[in-house]
T-cell receptor, first 116, second 110 residues
Framework: GAVVSQHPSRVICKSGTSVKIECRSL??????MFWYRQFPKQSLMLMAT?????????EQGVEKDKFLINHASLTLSTLTVTSAHPEDSSFYIC????????????FGPGTRLTVT | AQRVTQPEKLLSVFKGAPVELKCNYS??????LFWYVQYSRQRLQLLLR??SRESIKGFTADLNKGETSFHLKKPFAQEEDSAMYYC????????????FGAGTRLAVHP
């Protein structure tokens, strides 16, 4: 149980276009989801905290107009990278607070974004 | 600000040797500490958390508030323990968000 999926697993887009990444909790309802970014051989950097039905809370230095987060239901959160540039190329990972304990997070497999 | 430090990028040991992955944190209040593990080509998963005081796959970790540490230990390493290990901190008022350390790669050689 407590499985989180992400779609797509890999995406390549051209500079200037937008790309949407979906994060789903498959077998539980997640009131809170988190979006991370991971650079090669580096740790996870929290980008934002997403609560169902409310605006996401962004970490300092993360552009909210560039990384649009929507958490419209208890099982789905989306991250849209708008007007993508090569420097946005990264590994994006989402997680969801677990069904039993709110402090436990279950992670998705990640999405590799390459902007050409 | 809250911070997690993992001083070693790589820890290389032989099978059967003891393992200690270091983690220090910076937080003035009472933190929740976790160890997450990422095996090759797999997603991040929770290994253990300090409040449960349990042993998972032979690993243990004790929170030392005096030294602000939460080192991960295993007396006899196995090859299947090879993975990336991340120490993480959650704190009151942080809405359950996690602050991750840089991670330590554990390589267990036969």
């Amino acid at each position: 149980g407590a499985v989180v999926s992400q779609h797509p697993s890999r995406v390549i887009c051209k500079s200037g276009t937008s790309v949407k990444i979906e994060c789903r909790s498959l077998d539980f309802q997640a009131t809170t989801m988190f979006w991370y970014r991971q650079f090669p051989k580096q740790s996870l950097m929290l980008m934002a905290t997403s609560n169902e039905g409310s605006k996401a809370t962004y970490e300092q230095g993360v552009e909210k107009d560039k990384f649009l987060i929507n958490h419209a239901s208890l099982t789905l959160s989306t991250l849209t990278v708008t007007s993508a540039h090569p420097e946005d190329s990264s590994f994006y990972i989402c997680s969801a607070s677990g069904p039993v304990s709110s402090y436990e997070q279950y992670f998705g497999p990640g999405t590799r974004l390459t902007v050409t | 600000a809250q911070r997690v430090t993992q001083p070693e990028k790589l820890l290389s040991v032989f099978k059967g040797a003891p393992v200690e992955l270091k983690c220090n944190y910076s937080y003035s209040g009472s933190p929740e500490l976790f160890w997450y593990v990422q095996y090759s080509r797999q997603r991040l998963q929770l290994l253990l958390r300090h409040i449960s005081r349990e042993s998972i796959k032979g690993f243990t970790a004790d929170l030392n508030k005096g030294e602000t540490s939460f080192h991960l230990k295993k007396p006899f390493a196995q090859e299947e323990d090879s993975a990336m290990y991340y120490c993480a901190l959650s704190f009151s008022g942080g809405y359950n968000k996690l602050i991750f350390g840089a991670g330590t790669r554990l390589a267990v050689h036969p």
